[in-house]
């Protein structure tokens, strides 16, 4: 199974390439090793048969995050860099905005989900992946 390892300064990502028509996918324990985990998915190989895939994984509290074309703000914000800047508009009128990196570019975005876009096209992928994360 191809996998690609993605670092951030707040997390690690890993993203699979799996089968589109990969489902039921889940971090499990191994029954031996507690501390062993692997990812699980199910894919139909064969019209009507299941056949089950897995990768076991580092060590670590990996979590799902999702298809990285269907990823929301807010799960993006979790594992992309940011920066949060402060500025004064006027007199009376003081502002915040969260800005994100663009890993391709050095420079900030206004987006999260842009910034893991900018992650992932760095390392030269263009395939969809599916992503998992454990914070740092």
Same mark, same amino acid.
């Given at each position: 199974?191809?996998?690609?390892?993605?670092?951030?300064?707040?997390?690690?990502?890993?993203? %699979?390439? &799996? !089968?589109?028509?990969?489902?039921?996918?889940?971090?499990?324990?191994?029954?031996?090793? %507690?501390?062993?985990?692997?990812?699980?998915?199910?894919?139909?190989?064969?019209?009507?048969?299941?056949?089950?895939?897995?990768?076991?994984? !580092? @060590?670590?509290?990996? =979590?799902?995050?999702?298809?990285?074309?269907?990823?929301?703000?807010? =799960? @993006?914000?979790?594992?992309?860099?940011?920066?949060?800047?402060?500025? =004064? =508009?006027?007199?009376?009128?003081? %502002?915040?905005?969260?800005?994100?990196?663009?890993?391709? *570019?050095?420079?900030? &975005?206004?987006?999260? $989900?842009?910034? &893991?876009?900018?992650? $992932?096209?760095?390392?030269?992928?263009?395939?969809?992946? *599916?992503?998992?994360?454990? &914070?740092?």
């Amino acid at each position: 199974m191809n996998h690609t390892l993605l670092t951030t300064d707040k997390a690690e990502i890993i993203g %699979f390439e &799996l !089968p589109e028509n990969a489902k039921d996918i889940s971090i499990n324990r191994s029954q031996d090793d %507690f501390d062993l985990k692997y990812l699980q998915f199910d894919c139909e190989k064969y019209k009507g048969l299941s056949n089950y895939d897995s990768f076991y994984l !580092p @060590a670590g509290n990996w =979590q799902l995050l999702g298809w990285s074309d269907e990823i929301t703000e807010k =799960q @993006a914000a979790m594992v992309v860099d940011d920066v949060l800047l402060h500025g =004064q =508009q006027s007199d009376f009128n003081d %502002f915040s905005v969260t800005l994100y990196k663009n890993y391709a *570019y050095g420079s900030y &975005l206004d987006s999260a $989900i842009q910034s &893991l876009k900018s992650l $992932i096209s760095y390392e030269g992928i263009t395939k969809r992946l *599916y992503l998992i994360y454990k &914070l740092k």
